[in-house]
């Protein structure tokens, strides 16, 4: 039996309950923080956020009350937002968590954690109601990435931007490290296997391509990015991201003009 679709999350309708906003960290934590978010939204009945999985832990403040912090997703989560709300967070570069934490990364993975449980944090002030409070309050406690850390980060944006790192005995073999040592590495320092990223970033170009709105021949798409068939495409991306790549694009607003 097919489930009806909510309206709002389809065609963008998600940005007429939702706003957000973005801001670069300041040059003392640029080394640490890819970037601040906030967002707030307004929903008259329940509305399930639907949130895919990427490589970073996040730092995060609901309507000003206590920091959490939010470990790498394996898979997409979804959160429900009701009412009125707002929430800020920070964003931090692979590798870079683990000298706050103190302990591997995978340690937190698909778990969230008050931040006062965090060593490297320091006590949160009474209210962060704003991206500014938030940073005042990271700038007292920055920790610097060690050489790992940086190795880690530098990894994963070879991943990212080397679409024929298929294989992670493909990846190993260019940057001269054996498989059970980035295996290693990224547990400690990213929070989820290579694999897992070289499967995330694949499915990135899909999403990629289905924002555009333009017709897809999936089987050669499936071809392009490494996959055996079209149908290990999909279950790979409805594992990831909730739903067939088909269904996935619904959500996005249609090409201008149409």
């Known amino acids: 039996m ?4 909510d309206p709002r999350e389809l065609g963008g309708a998600w940005t007429e309950h939702q706003r957000h906003s ?11 923080i ?6 707030e939204w307004d929903y008259d009945t329940p509305y399930q956020q639907k949130i895919v999985p990427l490589p970073n832990v996040h730092l995060t403040v609901f309507d000003g009350g206590v920091p959490e912090v939010v470990g790498v997703a394996s898979r997409h989560v979804i959160r ?26 995978a340690s937190i993975t698909d778990r969230i954690v008050p931040a006062t449980e965090i060593p490297g944090l320091p006590p949160p002030p009474t209210t962060i109601g704003s991206i500014e409070d938030l940073e005042a309050w990271l700038l007292t406690a920055h920790v610097e990435p060690d050489q790992r850390g940086a190795q880690a980060r530098d990894l994963v944006g070879l991943i990212r931007t080397e679409p024929t790192l298929g294989r992670v005995d493909t990846l190993a073999a260019a940057t001269g490290l054996t498989v059970r040592q980035l295996q290693r590495l990224f547990a400690e320092y990213v929070g ?12 990135h170009e899909v999403t990629e391509r289905l924002a555009t709105g333009t017709p897809i021949d999936w089987a050669a798409l499936a071809t392009d990015l490494g996959f055996a068939d079209q149908a290990h495409l999909s279950r790979d991306f409805a594992d990831l991201f909730g739903e067939p790549p088909t269904a996935y694009a619904r959500r996005y607003p249609p090409p201008s003009g149409q």
């Open 22 to 32: 973005f801001r670069a960290p300041a040059p003392e934590l640029a080394d640490v």
């Open 80 to 105: 429900v937002l009701e009412g009125r709300g707002r929430v800020v967070g920070a964003i931090f570069y692979p590798g870079a968590f683990r000298s706050y934490l103190g302990a591997p990364v």
């Open 2 to 5: 097919t489930t009806q679709r």
């Open 34 to 39: 890819q970037g601040y978010w906030a967002a």
């Open 192 to 203: 989820i296997s290579p694999k897992w990223l070289l499967r995330r970033y694949r499915l």
